[in-house]
């Protein structure tokens, strides 16, 4: 495959595509595992379907329409979680549906045959255009930005709230901020995974550096490893197997968690019974 991708412009889109991808998972991921956010990012990711109908419709880039819908949907989600209280889950629930149906609704307006979003839904590393290349590059350059900038911030936010509000820290500012960034992320990782299993890419490297290590830097170190691991092992695989690539990378990751947590669950056990036993 080396030869291949030397010589052709798609497989290095692709390439480049993985590591970018795996550079705002492993960040953006390790916070939301951190902040059990997970379904909100799912109702964030699930909302973008909205605009990718919505750019095929009126004629922009889909990627466009869904970053505009992700922004969209991560603004109201957190507006309402901040003042609804306990509906917080009935809101991301309608947020996922209405994405979802607001995307059928728009390709049935459509004239003559309807696109193909499968590698939208699902993903498709292998026809990751230079357009989106770029648009993934800006918004993983902000990410990283936000964050690096923002570290010790992050760290109170997470990990200490009391000394969080000593120095000054908005809380809803911190909020708001982390669920622009996961709308951005989603964006980035929709063509390389889809939106239906972004949520596992997105919680697989940052679920098992977790169990590695609790230093939030080198928990984002190793998350950013392990997606470039199976971004670009998922993009191997489906090159030469000729299989989806969303799937591929899903897979990977889902087998690489599961095994992570049996050999950590396997090592608590062993520990006990050595203290047990001393």
Request: proline residues 1%; charged residues 10%.
């Amino acid at each position: 495959m080396l030869e291949a991708l030397l010589e052709y412009q798609f497989l290095q889109n692709a390439f480049y595509s993985g590591i970018l991808a795996s550079i705002v998972c492993g960040i953006i991921g390790v916070i939301i595992v951190e902040k059990k956010l997970v379904m909100m990012s799912g109702g964030i990711a699930h909302t973008a379907y909205g605009g990718v109908g919505l750019g095929y419709l009126v004629g922009f880039e889909p990627i466009v329409g869904a970053f505009l819908f992700s922004i969209g949907a991560a603004i109201g989600i957190g507006l309402i979680k901040r003042k609804g209280g306990g509906q917080t889950d009935v809101v991301i629930g309608l947020f996922w549906s209405l994405g979802m149906a607001l995307g059928i609704l728009f390709i049935a307006f459509m004239e003559g045959y309807p696109p193909d979003l499968t590698s939208y839904l699902f993903g498709s590393i292998l026809t990751v255009t230079k357009a989106d290349l770029h648009l993934m590059f800006c918004l993983t350059l902000l990410v990283v930005l936000v964050v690096t900038s923002l570290f010790n911030y992050w760290k109170a936010y997470l990990f200490d709230e009391e000394f969080a509000a000593i120095i000054g820290l908005k809380k809803n500012f911190m909020e708001y901020l982390l669920l622009v960034l996961v709308a951005m992320t989603i964006v980035v990782l929709i063509r390389v995974v889809g939106i239906i299993l972004v949520l596992a890419l997105l919680t697989a490297p940052a679920a098992i550096t977790a169990m590695m290590t609790s230093s939030l830097k080198k928990r984002m170190f190793y998350a950013i490893l392990f997606g470039m691991f199976f971004c670009l092992v998922g993009l191997w695989i489906s090159y030469t197997l000729n299989i989806a690539s969303g799937a591929a990378i899903v897979i990977l990751a889902a087998i690489c968690y599961f095994f992570s947590y049996m050999v950590n669950a396997f090592g608590k056990k062993m520990r006990r019974m050595h203290q047990q036993s001393s």
